[in-house]
């Protein structure tokens, strides 16, 4: 490996975590809510916590790639197409597990209704997370945020 691989800075990975977050809430209460028949503030609620526990786990998991990829001497900003699917991938598989009992709690459903809502669930957002990733990365590229533009 020749030399040091920039990285992301915290306040970038901050930035990208609430801005994902944000427009991924804006799109999927109100189609919840209407899905479910449940009031937009208790899908709400449910999609805030889902959310709080998504961002943590998201600058967890974005913190282990990206270290992986700096060991690896890559640029996270300049990930293959491959290397964006594992990632999302991998991220909404971690989702996946961590949210199946709450959509059982907080919806009153049975194993198999929660595992098809969150799949579904998951399934929007892992394109999401690969197209926002792109978007995000073309935006802010890592040598952008290291002059300070971040």
Known sequence: MAGKVAMRTAKDRLRYTISFEILLMA???PVG???FDKPLSDIGLLGAFLSVKAMLL???YNWIF??????AGRVASNRSPLGRLLHAAG???TLLLTSLPV????????????LAADLTVTSFV????YGFTLAYDRLFPV???ESGRA
Do not use: K
């Open 33 to 35: 809510a209407a899905f």
């Open 103 to 114: 959509y059982i709690w907080w919806l009153n459903l049975g194993l198999l209704q929660a």
């Open 143 to 145: 040598a952008a945020a």
């Open 27 to 29: 799109m999927l209460v």
């Open 66 to 71: 990206d270290h992986a990829d700096a060991r």
């Open 58 to 60: 998201n600058l967890l």
């Open 126 to 129: 892992v394109v999401y997370t």
């Open 91 to 93: 991220f909404e598989a």
